[in-house]
Nanobody
Framework: HVQLVESGGGSVQAGESLRLSCIVS????????VGWFRQAPGKEREGVAS???????????EYADSVKGRFTISQDNAKNTVYLHMDRLKPEDTAMCYC???????????????????WGQGTQVTVS
């Protein structure tokens, strides 16, 4: 079983930064891709960024067009933690943000959230 716990959300002003953390515990070796997704009230869940966490190199991180150049996804394997550093935040970035892990994917992808098997409880990001 895999557990994911997000932290780092909060309320900030437009233009400020936040760093989200996702600690993955349990059978982490069963997963090979970790992604960040978000869902704003009344909107569908959308992919934000994804990174390959398996052995070896398997493609570059993938980002949604709306966050390219502002958000950076990274990992610390020693801590089983994936980060999402968010710069120049905008009001439209306001959403509940979720960390998710997948197993068996060929590389990082945010195309389809249903491909992810394990989910955290979410952390709220509010930008005003």
């Amino acid at each position: 079983h895999v557990q994911l716990v997000e932290s780092g959300g909060g309320s900030v002003q437009a233009g400020e930064s936040l760093r989200l953390s996702c600690i993955v515990s349990g059978s982490f070796s069963r997963t090979n891709v970790v992604g960040w997704f978000r869902q704003a009230p009344g909107k569908e869940r959308e992919g934000v960024a994804s990174i390959y966490t398996g052995d070896g190199l398997q493609g570059s991180p993938e980002y949604a067009d709306s966050v390219k150049g502002r958000f950076t996804i990274s990992q610390d394997n020693a801590k089983n933690t994936v980060y999402l550093h968010m710069d120049r935040l905008k009001p439209e970035d306001t959403a509940m943000c979720y960390c998710a892990a997948a197993s068996g994917l060929p590389g990082p992808t945010i195309r389809e959230w249903t491909w992810y098997n394990y989910w955290g409880q979410g952390t709220q990001v509010t930008v005003s």
